[in-house]
């Protein structure tokens, strides 16, 4: 009979400690990946909904490209420009937005072929992963004042 409560023990502190190990605290919403015109970055956005504790977003990587890098807009004398940046805070029970015009994804050297789907593992800084799934679309000539 002891081994018999000695081994339930055991399989729920195991499964207990599995489950909060696999399960990452942030899940992703409406990934979009828009492909460069001509020889120009893709770029993605996606909406980052993190149910756990702060983290940072440090990283991305996908075989369909050969880099990834965390991008932003910000005002520098009086002109919107985008620069590189080492990371993004994820807040806890907050939302990360990588949307137009503000914090995204520039991705370099597409490898992979438009209308198929792309994996990219996002890393944060608690040594979560996750995988988001997107197909890649041509992005759409815009016109200024849109």
């Given at each position: 009979m002891k081994h018999v409560i000695l081994a339930f023990v055991l399989l729920?502190?195991?499964g207990a400690t599995a489950r909060a190990d696999m399960a990452p605290s942030v899940m992703a919403m409406q990934p979009q990946i828009k492909l460069g015109i001509g020889a120009r970055p893709a770029v993605m956005f996606v909406h980052l909904h993190?149910?756990?504790?702060?983290?940072?977003l440090i990283g991305a990587k996908s075989d369909?490209?050969?880099?990834?890098?965390?991008?932003?807009?910000?005002?520098?004398?009086?002109?919107?420009?985008m620069v590189a940046v080492a990371d993004f805070a994820v807040p806890a029970n907050g939302m990360l937005h990588l949307k137009p015009g503000g914090h995204h994804l520039m991705m370099f050297g597409f490898r992979g072929a438009a209308?198929?789907?792309v994996?990219?593992?996002?890393?944060?800084a608690n040594g979560d992963e996750l995988t988001v799934e997107a197909v890649p679309s041509a992005r759409a000539k815009t016109?200024?004042?849109h």
């Open positions: 729920v502190f195991s993190n149910k756990g504790a702060t983290t940072r369909a490209f050969e880099r990834i890098e965390l991008h932003t807009h910000e005002m520098n004398g009086g002109m919107m420009r209308g198929q789907a994996s990219v593992t996002l890393s944060f016109h200024h004042g």
